[in-house]
């Protein structure tokens, strides 16, 4: 059964399910919604008449549940009894969406555009090069059930009263202290209770202590891929390893740091976010198939080709 179909039968199904006094009185809508990575989440909206609230409730893993034989007279309990929390829960405060409200909450998210055509056609974004874009939240803290974002798109922003270029110079001054960049080493952020961040050294690390791998991410550990692109990161990360890296993408919320030796396969660091992202990752966390290079020397980020590795761009630069 497809996806539409199932809506469909839920759709008319579902009034048996609920009190009469509750559905007499409200109007139900499928709604197709494209979040992070395209991924469409389909859902339904219950709008009581006369009332502007209408909470959505996705359905997606009912749909899943049902393809797995599950059958639909308890997945349609499960949607009544979602409803009735939903109805009975207290309204959260309206949001204040004044510039004044929202500026000091701003945060930047990194994504990759060609993964995400359908969520960027209504958003503003700078395009940081290789393919990746960067684009801005409103922050509205934990007080609402959890970590509450708000992706500023066009309507947003036109409601903000601010043009593009003040939106994003004011969530990166804003993200860099509210969620300031964090660069660990592998071992000390998986093991190690106490993870120092390196990004607060004054001195580089000595070559004896360099590791193969290190986390970046920002203090909440949050849409943390974002950090790469704060001002000097990049920079103070290679001085600090003493040496040119390569970038991993593991997810939207870190990327991990390899220091560039001699004995570094481009081609098994590439299989490498490949597999973790088809195996590991969670579908709307994917930040990139890619993986990235940078030359502390020319300060450039560059995606690293499969078929290239270390000792051609050595030839190039001969």
């Not at 660069?183 to 990004?199: G, H, I, Q, R, V």
């Given at each position: 059964m497809e996806v539409k179909?199932?809506?469909?039968?839920?759709?008319?199904?579902?009034?048996?399910?609920?009190?009469?006094?509750?559905y007499q009185d409200l109007v139900i809508d499928d709604v197709e919604i494209s979040k992070m990575n395209d991924q469409k989440l389909h859902g339904l909206t219950f709008k009581p008449k006369g009332s502007d609230?209408?909470?959505?409730?996705?359905?997606?893993?009912?749909?899943?549940?049902?393809?797995?034989?599950?059958?639909?007279?308890?997945?349609?309990?499960?949607?009544?009894?979602?409803?009735?929390?939903?109805?009975?829960?207290?309204?959260?405060?309206?949001?204040?969406?004044?510039?004044?409200?929202?500026?000091?909450?701003?945060?930047?998210?990194?994504?990759?555009?060609?993964?995400?055509?359908?969520?960027?056609?209504?958003?503003?974004?700078?395009?940081?090069?290789?393919?990746?874009?960067?684009t801005v939240d409103i922050n509205m803290g934990e007080d609402r059930g959890g970590d509450w974002r708000v992706a500023v798109n066009h309507g947003v922003m036109d409601s903000l009263g601010v043009d593009k270029e003040t939106l994003f110079i004011t969530a990166m001054d804003g993200s860099m202290i509210n969620a300031p960049a964090v660069l660990t080493d592998m071992s000390m952020a998986l093991f190690s209770p106490e993870k120092e961040n390196l990004l607060d050294r004054k001195e580089p690390l000595d070559p004896?202590?360099?590791?193969?791998?290190?986390?970046?991410?920002?203090?909440?550990?949050?849409?943390?891929?974002?950090?790469?692109?704060?001002?000097?990161?990049?920079?103070?990360?290679?001085?600090?390893?003493g040496s040119d890296y390569y970038i991993l993408p593991s997810s939207i919320h870190e990327v991990i740091l390899v220091p560039d030796t001699a004995n570094i396969n481009a081609q098994e660091l590439c299989d490498m976010v490949k597999q973790a992202n088809r195996?590991?990752?969670?579908?709307?966390?994917?930040?990139?198939?890619?993986?990235?290079?940078?030359?502390?020397?020319?300060?450039?980020?560059?995606?690293?080709?499969?078929?290239?590795?270390?000792?051609?761009?050595?030839?190039?630069a001969r």
């Amino acid at each position: 059964m497809e996806v539409k179909e199932f809506i469909k039968i839920v759709k008319e199904e579902l009034p048996d399910f609920l009190p009469e006094e509750v559905y007499q009185d409200l109007v139900i809508d499928d709604v197709e919604i494209s979040k992070m990575n395209d991924q469409k989440l389909h859902g339904l909206t219950f709008k009581p008449k006369g009332s502007d609230a209408a909470p959505t409730l996705y359905i997606d893993d009912l749909y899943e549940r049902h393809e797995n034989g599950e059958d639909i007279g308890f997945l349609l309990v499960d949607l009544a009894n979602r409803y009735e929390q939903a109805r009975l829960a207290p309204t959260p405060p309206a949001v204040d969406l004044s510039w004044e409200a929202v500026r000091d909450n701003l945060t930047m998210r990194l994504l990759e555009k060609s993964r995400n055509r359908e969520f960027l056609a209504n958003m503003p974004y700078v395009d940081v090069g290789n393919g990746l874009a960067l684009t801005v939240d409103i922050n509205m803290g934990e007080d609402r059930g959890g970590d509450w974002r708000v992706a500023v798109n066009h309507g947003v922003m036109d409601s903000l009263g601010v043009d593009k270029e003040t939106l994003f110079i004011t969530a990166m001054d804003g993200s860099m202290i509210n969620a300031p960049a964090v660069l660990t080493d592998m071992s000390m952020a998986l093991f190690s209770p106490e993870k120092e961040n390196l990004l607060d050294r004054k001195e580089p690390l000595d070559p004896a202590d360099v590791s193969g791998m290190y986390v970046l991410t920002n203090e909440a550990g949050t849409l943390g891929a974002s950090a790469l692109y704060y001002p000097d990161v990049k920079e103070k990360a290679a001085e600090l390893i003493g040496s040119d890296y390569y970038i991993l993408p593991s997810s939207i919320h870190e990327v991990i740091l390899v220091p560039d030796t001699a004995n570094i396969n481009a081609q098994e660091l590439c299989d490498m976010v490949k597999q973790a992202n088809r195996t590991v990752v969670e579908p709307h966390d994917i930040l990139s198939d890619n993986v990235y290079h940078y030359d502390r020397d020319e300060r450039r980020l560059d995606k690293v080709e499969p078929q290239r590795d270390k000792a051609d761009r050595v030839a190039e630069a001969r």
